[in-house]
């Protein structure tokens, strides 16, 4: 029953799924960050569309339009981008950067599969590393009025839209239906070897700007950065979904403070009156007047408003845009952990419940042992169809 569950077609989880927002790769930071303050969602599409005849010829063989999707862009990628010595000093410059340039090199985190395609096969490429399965959106509404009801900004070719399957949503999806997989869910993490002890750590009272590189690479295996102590014991986090709910400002906060501040900083309460202050000094004392400036009508135009990350979960994204344009998120700095025996069922509704990509491992004396990420979780699921098959192939050999 468990294989047959996950091979039923990814379109079964695209149902309800809102069409993609898009933006070309070609189009500039200034853009993708007017687009993801205007969306209110915490990234965006980014999309290569090239009509040149040789092009054209192999779209139609492959019966494609010459559109593909080549990534994402979120405010964390703007914010890591911006917190670079050299865009502080020239945000103006750093702005009509491309955005094709913030994207990371190599393997993509974004693939195409067809709406039949099996869910075992979205899972085989998640824990390849691959963050978002795009896929079409096939209704029965005809394409005037799909064109019509269309965002602007959605990805739309030929009568096609597009939506996305997170890890996040594939986790949910086989939660929902825990029992076909009995009696696995009840085993303990430790037992079934899916913590991963190679996690990035910063101390609190280390620079922030330290961990940049740290905090990217985060961000694009949709993990997070664990603050610890002396001692090596959790603190809290700094997470990439946590930093995608900010905005740029928090640029000048990884430049300018700790770990541990930075984590107040971006937490959902916003940035303490104290912390502003002590970014905008320590600006002045690297003459990085400019940013000081953007700091400044960037929380001016949000003082008439609510905090800058009140909690809100009224969209799939888990956030909401206030009249500044500012985000609003359920999620905090504050580390979500469990224990090497707690069981895989209860570790994916936590994840679940706070919107955590990782759960934090802890021994009884607090000390960081490890994290359960969506991949390790899925890589059980997975392992569940290679026991069942192991037996098929070996009754074939052996006839």
């Not at 696995?184 to 961990?211: K, Q, R």
Request: aromatic residues 6%; proline residues 4%.
């Amino acid at each position: 029953m468990a294989v047959r569950f996950l091979n039923r077609d990814v379109s079964d989880l695209c149902l309800g799924k809102p069409a993609l927002r898009s933006i070309p790769e070609n189009a500039t930071v200034a853009e993708a960050l007017l687009l993801l303050k205007r969306s209110g969602e915490t990234h965006v599409s980014v999309w290569n569309c090239d009509h040149s005849s040789s092009v054209l010829e192999k779209a139609k063989a492959d019966d494609d339009d010459g559109c593909h999707c080549v990534g994402k862009i979120s405010m964390v990628d703007v914010i890591c981008f911006l917190s670079k010595q050299e865009n502080l000093i020239d945000s103006s410059k750093a702005f009509e950067v491309p955005i094709s340039k913030l994207l990371p090199k190599g393997d993509s985190i974004v693939r195409h599969l067809e709406p039949n395609s099996s869910l075992l096969e979205a899972i085989d490429y998640m824990i390849e590393g691959t963050q978002n399965a795009v896929i079409p959106i096939y209704n029965y509404a005809s394409t005037d009025s799909r064109r019509k009801s269309s965002s602007p900004r959605s990805t739309h070719h030929n009568g096609v839209e597009y939506c996305w399957l997170t890890q996040e949503d594939v986790a949910r999806f086989l939660l929902n239906s825990i029992g076909v997989f009995s009696p696995m869910p009840t085993f303990s993490i430790e037992s079934l070897n899916i913590i991963d002890h190679n996690i990035m750590t910063v101390g609190y009272h280390d620079p922030a700007i330290s961990a940049l590189d740290s905090i990217k690479l985060a961000n694009i295996e949709q993990t997070a950065l664990a603050v610890v102590d002396n001692d090596n014991k959790l603190i809290g986090e700094i997470s990439a979904s946590t930093l995608a709910y900010c905005d740029e400002d928090a640029a000048a906060a990884i430049m300018t403070l700790s770990a541990g501040d930075l984590m107040a900083y971006i937490d959902y309460g916003g940035p303490p009156e104290d912390l502003v202050g002590l970014v905008k000094m320590r600006l002045q004392e690297k003459k990085l007047g400019l940013m000081t400036k953007l700091m400044e009508e960037e929380f001016s135009v949000s003082s008439s408003s609510s905090s800058a990350c009140s909690c809100s979960s009224d969209d799939e994204s888990g956030s909401s845009r206030n009249g500044s344009g500012r985000y609003s998120s359920s999620r905090r700095s504050e580390a979500i952990t469990c224990y090497p025996g707690s069981s895989l069922a209860a570790v994916l509704i936590q994840a679940l419940a706070h919107r955590a990509s990782s759960v934090w491992v802890i021994d009884e004396d607090h000390n960081l042992v490890g994290a359960v990420s969506f991949k390790g979780i899925l890589k059980v699921f997975r392992s569940i169809a290679n026991a069942r098959l192991k037996p098929e192939t070996e009754n074939l050999s052996t006839q």
